[in-house]
């Protein structure tokens, strides 16, 4: 199974920074990578596909980047709502599989 | 719009038995393989199974391989996951979530809300 690794576990921030998240897979995945954000309580909502990809309606502080093993995802402008945790998922390689997940934190 | 409305959860004792149901709406649910995810309480996401679009194709994760069985019947929109012989750890919120693609891609566009599996004495 590829596994994915995520960093940081946790994060602090404030609102209006800027905040990078990263994933590595454990052996090459190409881009096919997802990132999924989840609010206490709420299923995950799809950010971004295909590792750069926007899903629709996702707002463009959004972005994600990388191929191979090494991917990030970057929020901009972070807002209230932003505060969540967030997963990388890795659709590869049947089982599909999942980071731990970082939780972003208010400072 | 789309929409996954899961059921079915509950409580059951080891060694028994459970069926959770996935209700689809608002797009051609036999156009698109549908996957189950679940989340133990206070830990991260684990796929459990997949089934493609026309029911031909499933896959399990080892952790559940035996004991789960995923189907589907288009003519009711509807997604199933059979849960035999549950233990402890299978002690989780159960998501359905719908691929983009009608083979099993692992690209998932939207998710359901989720239904708890309580397994306990």
């Known amino acids: 199974d590829i596994q994915m690794t995520q960093s940081p576990s946790s994060v602090s921030a404030s609102v209006g920074d800027r905040v990078t998240i990263t994933c590595r897979a454990s052996?090459?995945?190409?881009?096919?990578l997802a990132w999924f954000q989840q609010k206490p309580g709420k299923a995950p909502k799809s950010l971004i596909y295909?590792?750069?990809s926007l899903q629709s309606g996702v707002p463009p502080k959004f972005s994600g980047s990388g191929s191979g093993t090494d991917f990030t995802l970057t929020i901009s402008s972070l807002q209230p709502e932003d505060f969540a945790t967030y997963y990388c998922q890795q659709y590869n390689n049947y089982p599909l599989t999942f980071g731990q997940g970082t939780k972003l934190e208010i400072k | 719009e789309v929409q996954l409305l899961e059921s079915g959860g509950g409580l059951v004792q080891p060694g028994g038995s459970l069926r959770l149901s996935c209700a689809a709406s608002g797009f051609p649910f036999s156009s698109y393989a549908m996957s189950w995810v679940r989340q133990a309480p206070g830990k991260g996401l684990e796929w459990v199974s997949a089934?493609?679009?026309?029911?031909?194709?499933?896959y399990y994760a080892d952790s559940v391989k035996g004991r789960f069985t995923i189907s589907r019947d288009n003519s009711k929109n509807t997604l199933y996951l059979q849960m035999n012989s549950l233990r402890a750890e299978d002690t989780a919120l159960y998501y359905c979530a719908k691929d983009t693609r009608g083979g099993f891609f692992g690209e998932t566009d939207y998710w359901g809300q989720g239904t708890l599996v309580t397994v306990s004495s």
């Open positions: 295909a590792a750069s």
């Open positions: 052996q090459g995945i190409g881009n096919y």
């Open positions: 089934m493609t679009s026309s029911g031909g194709s499933t």
